[in-house]
């Protein structure tokens, strides 16, 4: 087998951000010694192993290079496992799953990123209910294991994934300069991956490559929209209305996983006719809320969208990520249920033939 310790040096120490001078003066050496080794002109001596595998936080074996492929495996496979919790909405198993992970592979950028992600949707995105002390914990810990991460990353993918949990969790925790440093290194959407990739393709190529852009970067709109501030539930309601209409305009008649959007979209709309009393208008978003609910929920495993300009992109069920095992129907069943609903439609036909067909869903 090939000793791989010099490249293994000079990987570590570059993603670590330890310079040969500095790598040099931690154990002793010269910095000539240290690029000898990088340049595999010579090699540490083996008692000096463990002093280098300690700086690195890794293994020594890790260092020669000699458990590469089978720690590659065991992580792969740990991945794939927890996308199959994510897809079924088993966020709880995965979250637990993660964290003994890690304590296997405590320098994996890619389980600490994975790790971070399951928490940030277990504890803000999920059904789970904290008091704010406990939401800021979990936020706190976010922050720790994205920056754990980003010491030993070396792909832009997960350094990007873990800056954009760091500004989230850091605004959720009030510290909103740090965020915002974080959030001024990014790229600008006008340089991002989604809008330059598709031209750097062929033609035949580049439609497809435009189309899963436009998928992208319209539901990035979406919820952008969604993060701004209105007066009074007259402008809320305007915003939700034209929300969804954004999102029916570009995918036609065929929603697929956007239909879940459009979902709590409709519920919202319930929510705000409901504030003013208005019975009918209640009912027409609550009837909306279903189709759309049965339009998620009930999707064929591969959907093609109906419109020419989606014509080359799919919609694949098992890609879909839950934070929860409830669906719609059982988000729905919850709301219509609230006093506050049941006060005003309790009796009305369409209220309860909705009831019935909820818990057709629901039993």
């Not at 580049?206 to 979406?222: E, G, H």
């Not at 319930?270 to 009837?287: F, H, M, P, Q, S």
């Not at 064929?300 to 799919?314: N, Q």
């Not at 249920?337 to 439609?345: A, G, K, W």
Request: hydrophobic share 35%.
């Amino acid at each position: 087998m090939k000793i791989t310790i010099g490249e293994n040096i000079k990987n570590l120490r570059t993603k670590q951000h330890i310079t040969q001078e500095q790598l040099a003066e931690s154990l002793g050496v010269s910095p000539q010694a240290v690029s000898r080794w990088e340049n595999e002109s010579a090699y540490p001596d083996i008692a000096m192993l463990p002093v280098i595998a300690d700086i690195f936080d890794i293994t020594v074996d890790r260092l020669l290079g000699t458990d590469n492929e089978r720690r590659e495996a065991e992580i792969k496979k740990i991945l794939e496992d927890s996308n199959a919790l994510k897809h079924e909405g088993k966020t709880g198993e995965a979250l637990t799953m993660l964290r003994e992970k890690v304590k296997e592979h405590p320098n994996s950028a890619e389980l600490l990123y994975d790790l971070a992600a399951v928490l940030y949707s277990w504890y803000w995105q999920g059904d789970n209910s904290f008091s704010d002390e406990e939401n800021k914990n979990y936020a706190r810990e976010v922050v720790e294991v994205c920056r754990r991460a980003l010491k030993y990353s070396d792909k832009s993918n997960v350094d990007y994934g873990c800056k954009q949990l760091m500004v989230y969790n850091l605004a959720i925790l009030g510290e909103h300069e740090q965020a915002k440093e974080i959030a001024g290194t990014l790229p600008d959407v006008w340089v991002s991956y989604e809008l330059l990739y598709p031209r750097a393709l062929p033609k035949k190529e580049a439609r497809k490559a435009f189309q899963d852009s436009a998928l992208v970067l319209m539901d990035t709109l979406n919820l952008t929209l969604g993060c701004i501030s209105v007066k009074g539930d007259e402008q809320l309601l305007q915003l939700q209305l034209m929300r969804e209409k954004l999102i029916c305009t570009i995918l036609g008649e065929y929603r697929g996983f956007y239909a879940e959007r459009l979902y709590y979209l409709a519920a919202g709309q319930a929510e705000i006719y409901k504030w003013r009393g208005d019975v009918e208008n209640t009912l027409d978003a609550l009837e909306k809320a279903y189709g759309y609910a049965h339009e998620f929920e009930e999707r064929a495993e591969v959907g093609d969208f109906s419109v020419p300009w989606l014509d080359d992109v799919h919609d694949y069920v098992s890609n879909t990520t839950k934070h929860s095992e409830r669906t719609c129907y059982d988000y729905l069943s919850e709301l219509i249920s609230n006093e506050e609903f049941t006060t005003l439609l309790s009796g009305n036909e369409r209220y309860e033939a909705l009831k019935a067909k909820l818990a057709e869903h629901t039993a």
